[in-house]
Nanobody
Framework: QVQLVESGGGLVQAGGSLRLSCAASGRTGYALGWRRQAPGKEREFVAAISSDDGSTYISDSVQGRFTISRDVAKNTVYLQMNSLKPEDTAVYYC?????????????WGQGTQVTVSS
């Protein structure tokens, strides 16, 4: 059974930065990425990276502020979040699924809270 373990969430002021990490316990056979869920809203796509060639896919809402990357040797994916806004506040879930937007998800992480204060 594949496990996805996230870390790096927390509380930050608007304009600040955070980096989330997601370590996969094995090869998932899927792309890895992040979806987030704010209170009262549906879970939405944030970013994904191909396990084959490292191609990246970023949501329009975070384009230019968030970057997704990977360390193949560590089987870990990172989400660098800069210029954070209060509307980025959500639980961020690491996910293994299909491209381009993780519409199908085979595995989920437990989620990590990101809170951006104004």
């Amino acid at each position: 059974q594949v496990q996805l373990v996230e870390s790096g969430g927390g509380l930050v002021q608007a304009g600040g930065s955070l980096r989330l990490s997601c370590a996969a316990s094995g090869r998932t056979g899927y792309a890895l990425g992040w979806r987030r869920q704010a209170p009262g809203k549906e879970r939405e796509f944030v970013a994904a990276i191909s396990s084959d060639d490292g191609s990246t896919y970023i949501s329009d809402s975070v384009q230019g502020r968030f970057t997704i990357s990977r360390d193949v040797a560590k089987n870990t994916v990172y989400l660098q979040m800069n210029s954070l806004k209060p509307e980025d506040t959500a639980v961020y879930y690491c996910a293994a699924g299909d491209l381009p937007r993780l519409g199908f998800v085979a595995y989920w992480g437990q989620g990590t809270q990101v809170t951006v204060s104004s």
